[in-house]
């Protein structure tokens, strides 16, 4: 069983002649590394918003560990999936407003270690932590983890 099993996905905006996606099929295993290429609205990021329970397609489905995302519970779905945005959306005040959020949705203590290890990752010093949003550069902002 794949780790994730897109099969027969089409994709239609209600008002719209074509299909956004027609019957696309791939799976995707555990630790996998895939790569969507094509043209600017080709359908990536559909594809993408439906793998992450974000819209529902107009037919075919989405398997995660062998179930139907249509079916799964969404915040128990989106505790193991999840879908990084192409431009990226920044809040609060401060770098650690934004580290704090995985733990606060999870009603977890939040852990400034793990969160610096998140800095370190993107090669940004601890020191970001208390820095501004609106300090950061655009290069800062797009290396979220």
């Known amino acids: 069983m794949a780790y994730m099993d897109v099969s027969q996905v089409?994709?239609?905006?209600?008002?719209?002649?074509?299909?956004?996606?027609?019957?696309?099929?791939?799976?995707?295993?555990?630790?996998?590394?895939?790569?969507?290429?094509?043209?600017?609205?080709?359908?990536?990021?559909t594809i993408l918003k439906i793998m992450a329970g974000l819209i529902s397609p107009t037919s075919g489905t989405t398997l995660f560990q062998g179930a139907d995302i249509s079916t799964m519970d969404p915040a128990l779905y989106r505790r193991r999936v999840s879908y990084c945005f192409q431009q990226p959306v920044l809040f609060g005040e401060t770098v650690k407003d934004n580290l704090s959020f995985p733990f606060e949705i999870r009603k977890e203590k939040f852990d400034p270690v793990r969160a610096e290890s998140f800095l370190s990752r993107v090669d940004l010093p601890a020191s970001y932590m208390d820095k501004k949003i609106s300090q950061l550069s655009g290069g800062e902002s797009n290396g979220w983890p």
């Open 10 to 45: 089409t994709y239609r905006v209600a008002d719209q002649e074509t299909n956004i996606l027609t019957e696309v099929s791939f799976s995707v295993e555990k630790n996998d590394f895939l790569t969507l290429a094509g043209p600017s609205g080709g359908g990536k990021s």
